[in-house]
């Protein structure tokens, strides 16, 4: 790989792909445009769950396919709350990411003796019970869902409630999340993680078991992506199954192998673009789809390595 | 709980395994020997059902129908097989799933564009119309009675292809081991058409049957994708036996808890509270029998041995 390239993907990517969004209240304020505000704030709260995949997915190789389970955990656990009258963000955010840890905690334990593609059906199937668990919950609307009436509290601030103070709070946590979790993966414990990813046998052999390396990255995905269905709960003041659906773990699942993965700020740029090309194309043409599916098969069979590895100067070895 | 309705569900369990089987079957082989995912197995299903409809329209016949939607459904993945599938053998699993999923997302847009987002079916042909009696007070229809057989006939085609013929050893050795065959001179491109072509043309089949029984819409395909790969990990890739027994158990446990879970709740349970669990647990039941298995048998029930 070049020089020039792999700084300009590793580095300058990221920091333009950050500036852009920092400008978009700027930008909202200056056309005056609040739905693109309120349209970029539901992308970045993805994003923060597409990062989290890209932790455990491109630097760990598990490929989890019920990852939409913690945004419902988290959004739930919000939701529930505010159903009992405790709208305090301090109460409620540790309780979402608390929750979303243990049922990691949990179904990694369990789903991390498989391997594979049976890896990809287990998580299934634990995001599948946690989705009809929600289903069943009658008292806080079922199938249906739940509409809060209003966005979290901290303290006497309008932090939540007003829409550009929360648009930043969303990215300040996508940035945080996204700085954290690329120094973990350079340190020792990311280096565990990738190493397993190409040879257990050789761990073993030098006296690592990288299971318990697995399970404590599985849980600090879940947790991260509880703190994005938090969000979630209060972006759209609605929760429902659907956010645990399988459909939903497989659109952030798209949306980081469209990016690239393994470097974190490419499931960011696979986020921004997934719901941005639907959001536009499908205001072309209410079949955009047959526009959008050709368009990822494109991507596979032109660039390896998704969004991130179409831009020039990549390396073809 | 009445005998005759445990009767009439085991049936329908049984029948919904067999099209189970018919969308598994194509996609563990497509896996197992090519080691390519393919999430386009479940929209091939619904193409099938759609050809069924176009044939239908076409030559007002079910029987002329059949295989020529049959053929169509062929055509249709050899066509994608030279386009798209053929290019990703060698790509990354994630790479397929990717791709898939686009194909995925246009298949379900040109049906609807075709044919319109509202729901379209077949009927039944005269010659299967009506229900025999199967026992006293107790009627079945003779379509779904006949699916049943053709299901379990294919089942026992299939078997003898794989296990008694050349193509159906290649097919097995392919499973444990690919290069190994594409180095013994078996050309393994060619293999992979026929494999390819002959899941998708099952995939279809069942979308044909499944056509005058069950409505025909956009997005059909998706569910019982899920299903079949839950099928296919119980399993255990690779394996038609393990397809034919998984998809049966799957499709007795899915329909029997729908109808059961609730009542049995009811015995456990204060009856408002047993409305609201039954029915989860019902849905839940496949993929808490899948988790179980897997936790025991990482590999499935009947893992086919790869060097």
């Known amino acids: 790989m070049t020089g020039t390239a792999f700084l ?24 005056d445009d609040r739905f693109i505000l309120l349209f970029v704030t539901r992308i970045l709260v993805l994003a923060i769950a597409a990062v989290s995949l890209d932790f455990i997915l491109g630097i760990g190789a598990m490929v989890s396919f019920g990852h939409a389970a913690y945004l419902g955990l988290g959004a739930y656990a919000v939701g529930i709350l505010a159903d009992s009258d405790i709208w305090a963000a301090w109460i409620s955010f540790p309780v979402a990411i608390l929750i979303s840890g243990l049922f990691a905690l949990v179904t990694g334990a369990i789903s991390l003796r498989t391997r594979g593609v049976y890896f990809i ?22 199938d ?26 969303v990215f300040g946590v996508l940035l945080a999340v996204t700085l954290l979790l690329k120094q973990i993966a350079g340190s020792r414990f990311g280096r565990v993680l990738k190493g397993a990813k190409q040879s257990e046998a050789r761990l073993h052999a030098i006296g690592i078991d990288p299971y318990r390396y697995r399970l404590a990255a599985y849980v600090i995905a879940g947790m991260i992506a509880g703190l994005a269905g938090a969000l979630m709960a209060n972006q759209s003041e609605f929760v429902s199954p659907a956010y645990m659906s399988w459909q939903r773990s497989g659109e952030i699942l798209v949306m980081v192998i469209l990016g690239g993965l393994g470097s974190l700020h490419g499931a960011i ?49 | 709980m009445s005998t005759t309705l445990l009767a009439v569900q085991t049936l329908n369990g049984m029948q919904l395994g067999i099209l189970l089987f018919l969308i598994a079957a194509g996609l563990t082989l497509v896996f197992g020997v090519m080691d390519f995912i393919n999430l386009a197995h479940g929209v091939q299903y619904m193409l099938g059902a759609y050809l069924a409809v176009a044939a239908y329209k076409l030559t007002g016949s079910f029987w002329l129908a059949l295989p020529l939607a049959l053929l169509a ?17 060698d790509r990354d699993h994630l790479d397929q799933v990717l791709a898939t999923f686009g194909v995925i997302l246009f298949l379900n847009e040109a049906v609807k564009v075709i044919w319109g987002a509202a729901p379209l079916s077949v009927p039944v042909p005269e010659l299967l119309n009506g229900s025999i009696r199967l026992f ?23 078997y003898v292809l794989v296990t008694r013929t ?48 069950l409505s025909v819409e956009p997005g059909m395909g998706d569910n019982l994708l899920i299903l079949a790969f839950v099928v ?4 255990g890739i690779g394996s038609i036996r393990g397809a034919f027994l998984s998809a049966l158990l799957i499709g007795l446990v899915d329909t029997l808890g729908r109808s059961f879970a609730t009542d049995i709740a009811r015995m456990l349970l204060p009856p408002s509270a047993a409305n609201d669990v039954g029915p989860a647990i019902a849905s839940m039941l496949i993929y808490i029998l899948m988790a179980g298995v897997l936790f025991f048998r990482p590999s499935g029930l009947f893992p086919v041995r790869t060097a």
């Open chain 1, 8 to 31: 300009f993907r590793n580095r300058i990517v990221p920091i333009l792909l950050f500036a852009l969004l920092a400008l978009v209240p700027a930008y909202a304020a200056f056309t």
């Open chain 1, 121 to 142: 059906m287990i998580t299934l199937a634990f995001g599948q019970m946690a989705y009809f668990t929600a289903t069943s919950l009658s008292a806080y609307g079922g």
């Open chain 2, 232 to 235: 296919i990990v119980i399993g």
């Open chain 1, 269 to 317: 740029l696979g986020a921004v673009a997934y719901l941005s090309m639907e959001e536009v194309l499908s205001g072309y043409t209410e079949h955009w789809r047959l526009i959008f599916g050709p368009l990822l098969i494109l991507v596979v069979l032109y660039g390896k390595g998704g969004l991130l590895g179409l831009i020039k100067g990549g390396d073809k070895s």
């Open chain 2, 73 to 89: 459904a062929l055509a249709c993945g050899l066509l994608l097989e030279f386009l798209v599938f053929r290019h990703l053998y």
């Open chain 2, 136 to 158: 006293e007070n107790f009627n079945y229809p003779v379509y779904r009675v006949a699916l049943l057989g053709t299901g379990l006939g294919v089942a026992a085609l299939l």
């Open chain 2, 166 to 213: 050349r193509v159906g050893m290649l097919v097995r050795a392919g499973a444990s081991n690919a290069p190994m065959v594409a180095a013994l001179g078996v050309n393994i491109r060619r293999l992979f058409m026929i494999v390819f072509g002959f899941g998708a043309m099952l995939a279809g089949f069942a979308g044909i049957m499944a056509a005058p029984i």
């Open chain 1, 144 to 169: 249906d869902g739940l509409t809060l009436w209003s966005r979290s509290e901290f303290f006497d601030t309008g932090l939540f409630s007003d829409d550009t103070s929360f648009y930043y709070l």
